[in-house]
């Protein structure tokens, strides 16, 4: 096991109706003017928004609002959200919205603690030296940014997406009320499922010693979400699983899967931002169609990680060579995205890239990871140009 650091400070206030806490605990971490950061109308329609201005009214909170964040979030907004901070004299973000809303409240952040261009730290010119304060009300179980330290921004000009992250940038507060989520697409929810399990993977599929807690706690995670998704699929509005995913996608992304490996893997994350950037694609659905591929290239290099994942995981049969449980366990990870309508190539997406865009997709990920960059196998450009090929 390696050495470690798990840090973990985000409040969280998980249950029905637990929304109404929100100006409580507002005031506990000192906010007296908000910006309510939110995403597309749905939480306008389903009156969320208002419940909760309702409360900051009765509590005698200010507040100003913020619509407009999208999936792949844009650093115009983060920009715009930035200035009407700064005119209004806010103190606090409260993000409403699964985690687009609360990446661009980051970066936002972020732009009102330091000083310069925000885009920077996503660059990685430089590092951030604060966050202003942030809460989130998570209404999509699917990305862990209610309680991780990391954020994802697209910046419009040149199709660019980028990840930063910093323990300033974790939220003061998680609520998490089930409830929420079940109003979300199938397909939505189908995504979030396998953005949660792929940040769990992509911790679980690395070199180095043994893990046994941290392994155990992966792979009961990634059964249990690989279980609830398929029960959601058939009923959506089943409290008990939207419970199980929601706390799945917080555990999977707050540090604790990866404590004790080698600080994980991530290509996968890497390769689908580009999809993302240049084709504005659904995060999960990115990376299902990128994960086989990536996982047939890279196995033989991790092959007991990868034998590990397909009995325990994916529950193969023991029999046969390490090699062919492996594939296996792939190919039955595969057969679980299919059934969850999850695309498992580029083509599933509804992506189409030329020779041209394949390259720069290549060449634009290997620049953002520093050349090189993965800990089941260590990936350059070419190797990454070999991955999107084999996915179309």
Partial sequence: MFDFKYYTPTKVVFGKNTESKVAELI?????????????????????????????????????????????????????????????ENVDFLLAVGGGSAIDSAKAIGYGLANEGDVWDFYDYKRKATGCMPLGV???????????????????????????????????????????LTMTLPDYQTACGCTDIM???MERYFTQGGNMEITDALAEGLLRTVKKNA??????????????????????????LTGCGNDGGDWMTHKLEHELGGLYDVAHGAGLAA???????????????????????????????????????????????????????????????????????MAKKCAVGVGGEMGSARVLNEADMLAIYKASV
């Fill in 27 to 87: 005031k506990e971490f000192g906010g007296t003017k908000v910006l309510i950061h939110y995403g597309g109308g749905s939480v306008v329609r389903s009156g969320l928004l208002k419940r909760v201005t309702d409360t900051l009214d009765a509590a005698g909170i200010s507040y100003v609002s913020l619509g407009g964040a999208v999936p792949n979030p844009h650093l115009g907004l983060v920009y715009e959200g930035i200035e009407l901070c700064k005119k």
């Fill in 137 to 179: 009300i998570l209404t999509i179980a699917a990305t862990g940014s209610e309680m991780s330290d990391s954020s994802v921004i697209t910046k419009e000009e040149g199709l660019v997406k980028r990840g930063y992250s910093s323990d300033f940038a974790r939220p003061k507060f998680a609520i998490m009320n089930p409830e």
């Fill in 198 to 200: 792929m940040h769990t």
């Fill in 230 to 255: 398929v029960i959601l699929r058939d009923d959506p509005k089943n409290y008990e699983a939207r419970a199980e995913v929601m706390w799945a996608g917080s555990l999977a992304h707050n540090g």
């Fill in 290 to 360: 990128i994960w086989g591929t990536w996982a047939r290239y890279v196995y033989k290099n991790c092959l007991p990680r990868f034998k590990k994942f397909a009995l325990n995981v994916m529950e193969v049969e023991n029999t046969g060579s390490d090699e062919e449980i492996a594939l296996r366990g792939i190919e039955a990870m595969e057969d679980f995205y299919r059934s969850i309508n999850m695309p498992t190539n580029l083509r599933e997406l509804g992506v189409n890239p030329t020779e041209e865009e394949l390259a720069l």
